[in-house]
């Protein structure tokens, strides 16, 4: 009788779990985020800073939050099988992620069926969030990222003539490359300042064939809108090359692996990025750097930032939905304006993206330093 009444209990607690009647005092947020592969560095960034907003911020509406994390593994199909476990298995209220633009878009029809909101931190293609209403995100998008930087190089670095060199493995760096060769072309007025395009594919490590191509065509500067680890190493081929000129990156390249991997030869390198530890823009800003120095021991990087700020974006839609049901959260998200975060004023337009402003960072002395921002168009 004993035994049968262990088990009994037993079943009777799956079945609460799994029905969603033993979850009501408890709300529930997902993340999935790359935290092994190549992309590897970004998710564990991001996962950081969630962490520590989790920690500032732990209850919401009087209820306890509890975080359930998945390591989608760097991989498209892995993506879209942590948000299912996300869902079915720990049954979210909403989910979190991911780095990588084709890791969101893989994740994003999985949330849209089944009615759960997510929050990208940094996934910057503009497919991201179209046609689902389910997906927001606490970062700009790829169009603005290529004004940001076609505009650093023609006004700031007085270039006129650029090539690209883009990995076509990757949406992300396709989408940046496209939008950064429009925009560029658009200052200058000429659709051959833009002097040649090449491509190589996530993992390469031999760029001698690309960047041989790209120096015959004697370009000022070298856009490349890749992902960190590649970047840094065709950067370094390419002074080994005897090419001396300005090269430029995207967001993906903020990484200490970045500098780890090209050394000297990433010195003067400028991206484009989303928050600056040297330049605060808000109250909650010096909130979030300090306490995490406190937690860390070192300075927090853009996609610490963003994926604090993505923790606590759901949690203010849930305070003004004054509800933890998946719908309601989503129709306050959508409602966002004027958010205060650590990356400043955030507002949801009307395709679930952030309107903020773009910040600029370029390699010194083995750092990431401040270089300037763009406000939205």
């Known amino acids: 009788m004993g035994k049968r009444f262990g088990v009994l209990l037993v079943l009777l607690a799956f079945i609460m779990v799994f029905s969603g009647t033993g979850l009501a005092d408890e709300v529930r947020i997902g993340v999935y985020e790359p935290l092994t592969g190549p992309m590897a560095a970004g998710g564990q960034m991001t996962l950081e800073g969630i962490r520590l907003a989790h920690a500032l911020y732990p209850t919401v509406l009087g209820k306890e939050v509890r975080l359930f994390v998945e390591d989608n593994k760097t991989d498209k199909a892995e993506?879209?099988?942590?948000?299912?476990?996300?869902?079915?298995?720990?049954?979210?209220?909403?989910?979190?992620?991911?780095?990588?633009?084709?890791?969101?878009?893989?994740?994003?029809?999985?949330?849209?069926?089944?009615?759960?909101?997510?929050?990208?931190?940094?996934?910057?293609?503009?497919?991201?969030?179209?046609?689902?209403?389910?997906?927001?995100?606490?970062?700009?998008?790829?169009?603005?990222?290529?004004?940001?930087m076609a505009t650093y190089a023609y006004h700031t670095l007085g270039i006129r003539e650029v090539a690209i060199i883009q990995d076509i493995?990757?949406?992300?760096?396709?989408?940046?490359?496209?939008?950064?060769?429009?925009?560029?072309?658009?200052?200058?007025?000429?659709?051959?300042?833009?002097?040649?395009?090449?491509?190589?594919?996530?993992?390469?490590?031999?760029?001698?064939?690309?960047?041989?191509?790209?120096?015959?065509?004697?370009?000022?500067?070298?856009?490349?809108?890749?992902?960190?680890?590649?970047?840094?190493?065709?950067?370094?081929?390419?002074?080994?090359?005897?090419?001396?000129?300005?090269?430029?990156?995207?967001?993906?390249?903020?990484?200490?692996?970045?500098?780890?991997?090209?050394?000297?030869?990433?010195?003067?390198?400028?991206?484009?990025?989303?928050?600056?530890?040297?330049?605060?823009?808000?109250?909650?800003s010096t909130k979030f750097v300090d306490a995490f120095y406190e937690k860390y021991g070192h300075a927090p990087s853009a996609f610490a930032a963003l994926g604090y700020d993505a923790y606590l974006l759901i949690l203010d839609a849930i305070q003004r939905a004054d509800s933890t049901d998946p719908q309601d959260i989503r129709d306050a998200l959508a409602q966002t304006e004027g958010f205060e975060g650590a990356t400043g004023f955030?507002?949801?337009?009307?395709?679930?993206d952030a309107v903020k402003t773009g910040i600029i960072l370029q390699v010194e002395d083995g750092e990431f330093k401040y270089a300037g921002s763009v406000e939205p168009q």
């Open 79 to 148: 993506a879209a099988l942590t948000v299912s476990r996300l869902i079915e298995l720990h049954r979210v209220n909403a989910i979190i992620g991911s780095y990588g633009s084709s890791l969101a878009m893989s994740g994003g029809p999985v949330a849209k069926t089944a009615g759960i909101p997510v929050m990208g931190c940094s996934p910057t293609h503009p497919l991201v969030t179209q046609d689902n209403d389910y997906y927001f995100r606490a970062c700009f998008i790829d169009p603005f990222q290529g004004h940001i």
């Open 169 to 284: 493995a990757q949406d992300y760096s396709v989408g940046l490359a496209h939008f950064f060769r429009e925009a560029f072309v658009e200052l200058t007025g000429d659709p051959a300042s833009v002097v040649g395009m090449s491509s190589y594919q996530t993992l390469d490590t031999d760029f001698t064939a690309q960047l041989t191509y790209l120096r015959g065509l004697n370009p000022e500067a070298v856009f490349a809108p890749g992902y960190y680890g590649d970047v840094a190493l065709l950067i370094t081929q390419a002074r080994e090359l005897g090419m001396e000129i300005p090269f430029l990156g995207g967001d993906a390249c903020e990484a200490p692996e970045f500098i780890e991997i090209g050394g000297e030869n990433v010195e003067g390198v400028a991206i484009s990025t989303h928050y600056s530890a040297d330049a605060p823009v808000t109250e909650e």
């Open 346 to 352: 955030i507002t949801m337009d009307e395709g679930g």
